[in-house]
């Protein structure tokens, strides 16, 4: 039972337990079974077992009845069989039984078909009991030459997994994995040989590496990536070579598959902290984020720069501008991903380059129409609301820009620009000047309460000369149109000629105005129209306020008609 568990390493639902068959119905299903049937009765075999019930009274029935088969769909599934298994019995010897198991085994070794030989030869990998291996021998070596690429990378797998597990039964597997891979010209076959000489003997994958060095700049994409991740730990126990490893990855960088170009710049950070190293591969994966179509290989090679800046503060701050070209991604998780890291980097050196690429981002969010555009217009202002609050001196130019956009921002946006004004007037007293004189000469564009409101708090709080009171007075005064307020609104109501206006589509407070239903002609009972009555007399005049309602008004008289104070 240990054995059992030992391999047992899956638990599959059952929809309902009490219809699990006995084991002489199994028997029955697979002595007169057709192929489909038994195909059924295997995976209802496999499910049992593997919620812990080893079933060793149905070997010998799947030995007689399942094995013979030439169904390949079954095949697949005795061979999931024979993996589970108990293959030893109470007193740790191998069963009777497993004699055939390991004959039919040998035979699909050297079977005509090569994707039974090649999945046979991956069951192989999976065996541990060197009394059912060692007869298997001779043909698993045989596939290590045959025709099909398919058997040959499987071959060298099993080799791989006879030497780990039982060294005694193939001592000679370092030597016969370099040899094939000396005479081997499939591509993945190569790979998968150079896999498992790493996993058998280091000393001879590094002969076979060194001896094939110069042209691995040349080699296949998938060989190439295997050698790179054997250099990483050669690098470790042989510090004498790390050198000539660090000018092959530099040449690696340049590779054309992108997978290549990854792994070269994670190793190339691997193995050495030196800045322009460090500076390269950084450069390598702000290269993918652009590139790359795939938006999660985009958040994790930027993560991956992030993770750079971090160890090496710094060193790749002037990549900033290189990170904001991401920000040409539609997708607001990089754009966002994107922002943070160059937020982190941004230096006196490069901010004024960095806010005046975010400005053109700013314009293109009023301009265009992008996925989630209110949100991406809401980072890049905070962006460059960080910028003005770590840079003091760009400050002053950054409230103008801002600014310049507020009436053309919905309501959110605006709401957020007039917070980071706040924020900038209480930290640099000396700009407060000139911001309160830009605020005041934007009044007359703002139409959006919160905003009007914080721009009144901010002009009250610091006009503090003379004629900054006067100005801001004058403006206020200018918001306001005609008083007294309701007087005027009502003589513009009697002065409204009578009839039905169409109302305008205006923008309020920042939000659409609704549109409003209208009434309709009275219609007599013989069919006529009434020349006036009640319905038609309310409709006028509820027309005659719509008009009023909706002509256009300074903003603060808007505001405080609408009850937004």
Known sequence: MATFLENAYSLVHQDNSADQPSLQELRTQLEKGNDETKQDTMKRILTIMLNGDPMPQLLMHIIRFVMPSKSKPLKKLLYLYYEICPKLDAQGKLKQEMILVCNGIRMD???????????????????REPELIEPLLAPARACLEHRHSYVRKNAVFAIASIFTHSEHLMPDAPELLLAFLEGESDGTCKRNAFAALMSVSHERALEYLSGVF???????ELLQ???????????????????????????????????????????????????????????????????????????????????????????????TMEILRVLSSPDLDVRRKSLELAMEMVSSKNVEEVVMLLKKELAKTVDEQYEK?????????????????????????????????????????????????????ERFPKMRSSIVERIVQTLAEVRAGKVYRGSLWI???????????????????????????VASEARLLEEQPDGEVPL??????????????????????????????????????????????????????????????
């Open 109 to 127: 070794l050297q079977h005509a078909n090569e994707y039974i030989r090649g999945n046979t030869l991956r069951f192989l990998c999976k065996l």
């Open 214 to 220: 110069e042209g691995i700049p040349n080699a296949s």
């Open 225 to 319: 990536l295997v050698e790179l991740e054997f250099i990483r730990k050669d690098a470790v126990q042989n510090q004498q070579n790390k050198s000539r490893y660090l000018r092959l990855i530099f040449d690696l960088l340049e590779a054309k598959e992108s997978t290549v170009v990854y792994e070269a710049a994670s190793s190339l950070t691997a193995l050495t902290n030196n800045p322009v190293a460090v500076k390269a591969a950084a450069g390598k994966f702000i290269e993918l984020a652009i590139k790359e179509s795939d938006n999660n290989v985009k958040l994790i090679v930027l993560e991956k720069v992030n993770q750079l800046r971090q160890a090496n503060p710094g060193v790749l701050d002037d990549l």
């Open 373 to 425: 555009n209110n949100e991406y217009r809401s980072l890049l202002i905070h962006s460059i609301h960080s910028c003005a609050i770590k840079f003091s001196e760009i400050a002053q130019s950054v409230v103008g820009l801002l600014m310049d956009f507020i009436s053309d921002f919905n309501n959110a946006s605006a709401v957020d620009v007039i917070s980071f004004v706040k924020e900038v007037v």
């Open 459 to 485: 002009v009250g709080e610091y006009s503090l000369e003379e004629k900054d009171i006067r100005e801001a007075w004058k403006r206020i005064r200018a918001s306001l149109g005609e008083i007294p307020i």
């Open 504 to 565: 305008p589509d205006t923008q309020v407070n920042g939000h659409a105005k609704p549109s409003e239903k209208t009434g309709s002609r009275k219609v007599l009972a013989d069919g006529t129209y009434a020349t006036e009555s009640a319905l038609t007399s309310q409709a006028s005049a509820k027309a005659k306020l719509d008009a009023v309602k909706a002509a256009q008004k300074p903003p603060l008289r808007q505001l405080i008609l609408e009850g937004d104070f």
